[in-house]
């Protein structure tokens, strides 16, 4: 079971997550309505509700958004990769319940991190790939460990970290200060991952997997300009990196003064 901290911060992100800022913004509508207040309150958190919903639900502010978290991560050439012994790959979410299969247990972006990362191996074999990362239930990259063992694959697994910087403190014990080692994760995550790995005095190479600002390229096409769920949810996840590395930038700033 997660400790109170990490739940609460979870829970205090999803506050500002624009979808639910939509909903308490409608919400003091409502009341104000109950309550008669003045209507000019009210028209102006109407307004700026259905404002940020489109906003967030049409491709152009989760364009702007995640390609300004993405644009500096280019894919690393096969010469800079060869020089590197240590891959490790930062899972996203992975499920628990007894119930799922292995091959259920994992997001779309887990997967995509892991299967990038296990092309890298099979090309290098001799590299030492590191899958770090928990879940809420418990055991996380374990079970990544095993879907590759079941494809043949060596990997090993940290199970512990339920976070970005606990994953980096973990990193810490297995790979030397200073010591290169390539950062597996996906694009719009990878600031954030850098940032805080080298907080811990590690030197992470970006090695960035599933770009998101393609998916919502703004088109010339009529039906962009409606708004569509999969638009929500990418302007969240930025809304969640700009957030959380804003936190961890504070954080640091006001522990060096």
């Not at 909903?23 to 259905?50: M, Q, W």
């Not at 891959?87 to 119930?99: A, E, H, M, Q």
């Not at 390539?182 to 995550?189: E, F, V």
């Not at 638009?231 to 590395?245: G, I, P, V």
Request: hydrophobic residues 40%; positive net charge; contains cysteine.
């Amino acid at each position: 079971m997660p400790d109170l901290t990490f739940l609460l911060k979870k829970i205090i992100l999803y506050l500002f997550y624009p979808s639910t800022l939509i909903f308490l913004f409608l919400l003091a509508v409502s009341i104000y309505v109950l309550l008669g207040k003045r209507r000019g309150r009210r028209r102006f958190l109407l307004f700026l509700a259905i404002f940020l919903y489109y906003l967030s639900t049409t491709p152009f502010l989760p364009y702007f958004l995640l390609k300004n978290l993405e644009k500096d991560y280019p894919i690393p050439s096969e010469e800079e990769l060869s020089k590197i012994k240590n891959l490790v790959v930062l899972t996203g979410r992975i499920y628990g319940d007894p119930g799922l299969s292995l091959e259920e247990r994992f997001s779309r972006e887990t997967l995509i991190r892991f299967l990038v990362a296990l092309e890298i191996k099979k090309k290098y074999p001799e590299k030492k790939l590191w899958i770090v990362g928990g879940s809420f239930e418990g055991k996380g990259a374990g079970y990544l460990q095993e879907l590759a063992e079941k494809w043949g694959v060596k990997v090993e697994a940290l199970d512990t970290p339920l976070d970005t910087l606990r994953s980096a403190k973990e990193v810490k014990k297995i790979i030397p200060p200073g010591e290169p080692f390539y950062l597996l994760t996906s694009a719009y995550h990878l600031p954030r991952a850098i940032f805080l790995f080298k907080k811990e005095g590690l030197n992470p190479l970006p090695y960035p997997t599933n770009y998101n600002y393609p998916l919502c390229k703004p088109s010339r096409l009529f039906l962009y300009i409606f708004p569509h769920d999969l638009y929500l949810n990418l302007t969240n996840l930025a809304f969640q990196e700009y957030l959380a590395l804003t936190y961890y930038k504070i954080k640091y700033f006001i522990k060096r003064t």
